[in-house]
């Protein structure tokens, strides 16, 4: 069984990758394809076979692909270029007769109006036309987004954002990617689309609180407008683009389009996802 994880390099594939490993899957039967292949060097000396895989570059993805039964494609991170980059591994995959693909989509990205939504969902329209057995892994937020407002918070004692009371049903990068090894390693899961997402949905008062107890001293939640926030953000130097995708996805969140919580994660990992202030005591180590 030959497992292709594309964006090895990056945080979630990397953590694939291992636990791949982990679960049993020999070293040479595993491919880590990235952009920087040198970061993968201790992989290579795990005997995973390491290759560059550039979205940008279709035949480093065409050569990577080949032979390749199973492929975990991980969702670019350059927002506005993710589907023409996607569509080149999926064309691959398909010249290359992959038996599965799964890909890391959004959540309920076939219907959500979240701002991340439209390139997830124009993607897994490609996939559904492609005639690749397919899985999507509708990933909710990752708890390690928070992770410069939570030092910020250990600094100012503030988390300040525009989501009103809106929920987050955030699970972290390991509880993902134990979700992404589960469906490489199992069976019965082409054709399907989980909704993926921690056990529990929180508001940011919560999230104040698990950052208070993992300082030791009170962390407070401070809501603010939609044009507040745009205000602050300028006022730290971020930019116009910037601004306007933050306070677009804090519009999102208050709306609650990244409330819902769904059993598939824990199903599919076999145990609950991380809670709250374990991943916050984890980010702020």
Do not use: C
């Amino acid at each position: 069984m030959s497992i292709v994880v594309t964006g090895a390099t990056g945080q979630l594939g990397r953590l694939v990758v291992e636990g791949l490993l982990d679960a049993g899957v020999a070293p040479a039967d595993v491919v880590a394809g990235g952009r920087s292949t040198d970061r993968l060097a201790d992989l290579a000396a795990r005997g995973v076979r390491v290759v560059t895989l550039d979205y940008t570059d279709p035949a480093t993805v065409a050569a990577a692909l080949a032979g390749a039964e199973k492929v975990l494609l991980v969702s670019s991170s350059e927002v506005g270029q993710r589907l023409a980059q996607h569509r080149v591994v999926i064309d691959a995959a398909v010249a290359a007769g992959v038996q599965h693909l799964v890909y890391t989509s959004a959540a309920h990205a076939d219907t959500s109006d979240l701002v991340l939504a439209p390139e997830h969902k124009a993607t897994e329209e490609l996939l559904a036309a492609s005639g690749l057995p397919v899985t999507v892994l509708r990933n909710n937020w990752y708890t390690e987004n928070y992770a410069q407002a939570l030092q910020q918070a250990a600094a100012t004692g503030e988390i300040v954002a525009s989501v009103g009371e809106g929920r987050v049903a955030s699970a972290t990068r390991a509880d993902y990617a134990a979700g992404a090894v589960a469906v490489l390693t199992g069976t019965g899961h082409a054709g399907q689309a989980y909704e993926l997402s921690g056990d529990v949905a929180w508001t940011h008062h919560e999230l104040a609180a698990a950052a208070a107890e993992v300082l030791g001293r009170p962390v407070t939640y401070r809501a603010v407008s939609t044009d507040e926030h745009a205000q602050i953000l300028r006022s730290v130097g971020l930019d116009e683009g910037t601004v306007g995708f933050v306070i677009t996805l804090d519009a999102d969140i208050a709306r609650g389009d990244l409330a819902d919580a769904t059993d598939t994660l824990r199903t599919l990992i076999g145990r609950p996802t991380t809670p709250l202030v374990d991943a916050v005591r984890a980010i702020l180590a």
